[in-house]
């Protein structure tokens, strides 16, 4: 298995055709990995927000994925003054945070259709339909708020778990640890 590691500088797919991967909780299972495909860009809406203000916490189909497949994403805000200021999977379980901070994605340049690199703190991995959420806040009065997702599909077929194969967590540590 060809060394990789998870949230690296360059965006590519973690693992190939051929090779294993174990999604953690609340799958536990191994795959192994039977055909990859590149995903064409996808910009989201998330809608107008007021100047200082926010969306609601929105739930992000876009990035489902078919039975049986997994998704590596990163994202970046493509409409000036918009922020990621939420990420949650499942609901309950808040990404990016502490025991006594959450972060956010602040400002971030216009990438237009450049690979994305060095978002590393964006990457997430969606498996089949397991729910996602995010909010966004504006400094500005904006009529739409666009999210640039970038991303490849892995074709799955669960095998028994054989090293070594690929940890990959697809929900929020804190939804993964109780």
Same mark, same amino acid.
């Given at each position: 298995?060809v060394?990789?590691r998870?949230h690296?500088? +360059?965006f *590519?797919? !973690? ?7 174990f999604?953690?909780?609340? $799958?536990?299972?191994c795959?192994e #990995?039977e055909?990859?495909?590149?995903l064409?860009?996808?910009?989201k ?6 100047a ?6 929105? +739930?992000? *189909?876009? !990035?489902?994925?078919r039975?049986?497949e ?5 994202? $970046?805000?493509?409409?000036?003054? #918009?922020?990621?200021?939420g990420?949650?999977?499942p609901r ?5 945070g502490t025991?006594?901070?959450t ?5 971030i340049?216009d990438y237009s ?5 060095a978002?590393?703190a964006?990457?997430?991995f ?6 996602r ?9 904006v009529?739409a ?10 074709k ?6 054989k090293e ?11 939804a993964?640890?109780?």
């Amino acid at each position: 298995m060809v060394d990789r590691r998870l949230h690296a500088v +360059e965006f *590519t797919p !973690v693992v190939q055709i051929g090779e294993r991967v174990f999604l953690l909780a609340p $799958v536990n299972k191994c795959f192994e #990995v039977e055909w990859i495909e590149n995903l064409p860009k996808l910009d989201k809406d998330f809608g107008a927000i007021g100047a200082g203000g926010s969306t609601g916490v929105a +739930e992000v *189909t876009e !990035v489902y994925m078919r039975e049986d497949e997994l998704g590596q994403f990163r994202f $970046v805000p493509t409409t000036a003054g #918009v922020k990621v200021v939420g990420h949650w999977s499942p609901r309950g379980a808040r990404m990016w945070g502490t025991d006594t901070a959450t972060f956010e994605l602040s400002d971030i340049v216009d990438y237009s259709d450049e690979p994305v690199k060095a978002l590393q703190a964006t990457e997430f991995f969606q498996h089949e339909d397991k729910k996602r959420f995010m909010q966004l806040y504006s400094s500005d009065a904006v009529s739409a708020s666009l999210v640039r997702f970038y991303g490849y599909a892995f074709k799955l077929r669960e095998i028994p778990a054989k090293e070594p194969y690929l940890r990959i967590p697809i929900q929020a540590r804190a939804a993964a640890v109780g």
